[in-house]
């Protein structure tokens, strides 16, 4: 079992940046690609972005490419989302998820193991 805690989230003005981080425990994320997904009220979870195993691919949604960055740090269990010229529109609770399978993340946007979000609201 994989346990992810994200954190990072808050409130910010548009324009402005936030960095969210997902820390995984239980067992070592190097394994494991890994990717964040949001979901704004009364709408479907999305996909944001996803970042393969040694972090050498990456697939972003197209609202979020050129503004967000995903990476990670396997030395320290964590995942990163930096998010830069951020949009009222980019307000949701985000997620964290790991699977073995990175097109299962990146191109079927699924994934094993998921956290239970942090919120991020963006003011106009």
């Known amino acids: 079992q994989v346990q992810l805690v994200e954190s990072g989230g808050g409130l910010a003005q548009a324009g402005g940046s936030l960095r969210l981080s997902c820390v995984a425990s239980?067992?070592?994320?190097?394994?494991?690609?890994t990717g964040w997904f949001r979901q704004a009220p009364g709408k479907e979870r999305e996909f944001v972005a996803a970042?393969?195993?040694?972090?050498?691919?990456?697939y972003y949604a197209d609202s979020v490419k050129g503004r967000f960055t995903i990476s990670r740090d396997n030395a320290k269990n964590t995942v990163y989302l930096q998010m830069n010229s951020l949009k009222p529109e980019d307000t949701a609770v985000y997620y964290c998820?790991?699977?073995?399978?990175?097109?299962?993340?990146?191109?079927?946007?699924?994934?094993?193991?998921w956290g239970q979000g942090t919120q991020v609201t963006v003011s106009s």
């Open positions: 970042i393969n195993w040694r972090g050498g691919l990456r």
């Open positions: 239980g067992r070592t994320l190097s394994p494991y690609a």
């Open positions: 998820a790991a699977d073995l399978d990175f097109r299962r993340i990146g191109i079927n946007h699924r994934g094993d193991y």
